[in-house]
T-cell receptor, first 111, second 112 residues
């Protein structure tokens, strides 16, 4: 069974620092990996989707890498802002379309 | 308008009551999902459907049932609600490829 782990569970950084969030998974036979942002009590907003054939995806200040062989993905957020404070979740899916989520990393960016 | 909508957004009910949560989507996706989120346990899959005639159990389907009324509509029912079903419930959709998942805003359900 696929296991998805996100470490650390919580992270606090001063504004302007780069954020590095980690996601690891036990089964490398994935179809894609998706990063989400969740604000307290709200739904999940899709940030980036990396397909299994890709090594990274970029959107603005966000960059996500994928290393299937080592079972890892990293989300980088450049020049963090207080508005980046949220919980970040990663999810992986095999080709039959079921998603397995990590527990998330709660990020606080202090002004 | 939101691509994935859920009703109601909040619901308080009593033990033993039947509850239905509804989900509608305008993304034209065939695949729809129901999850629950509990503090410390993350998101867990309850049921999923890959088309109108396809319904599958997820990790935690006991105590729940679903109905896929149309491509755009997927409902979750709690036949006899119990307090440990108090949680935040999310509906999501995806296509087959590239398989990006989109979530609704969630329903906060409290069972007293």
């Amino acid at each position: 069974k696929q296991e998805v782990t996100q470490i650390p569970a919580a992270l606090s950084v001063p504004e302007g620092e780069n954020l590095v969030l980690n996601c690891s998974f036990t089964d490398s036979a994935i179809y894609n990996l998706q990063w989400f942002r969740q604000d307290p009590g709200k739904g999940l907003t899709s940030l980036l989707l990396i397909q299994s054939s890709q090594r990274e995806q970029t959107s603005g200040r966000l960059n996500a890498s994928l290393d299937k062989s080592s079972g890892r993905s990293t989300l980088y957020i450049a020049a963090s802002q207080p508005g980046d404070s949220a919980t970040y979740l990663c999810a992986v899916t095999a080709n039959w379309g079921k998603f397995q989520f990590g527990a998330g990393t709660q990020v606080v960016v202090t002004p | 308008d939101a691509d994935v909508t859920q009703t109601p957004r909040n619901r308080i009910t009593k033990t033993g009551k039947r509850i239905m949560l509804e989900c509608s989507q305008t993304k034209g996706h065939d695949r729809m999902y129901w999850y629950r989120q509990d503090p410390g346990l993350g998101l867990r899959l309850i049921y999923y459907s890959f088309d109108v005639k396809d319904i599958n159990k997820g990790e935690i389907s006991d105590g729940y049932s679903v109905s896929r009324q149309a491509q755009a509509k997927f409902s979750l029912s709690l036949e006899s609600a119990i307090p440990n079903q108090t949680a935040l419930y999310f509906c999501a959709t995806s296509d087959f490829s590239p398989g990006e998942q989109f979530f609704g805003p969630g329903t906060r359900l409290t069972v007293l």
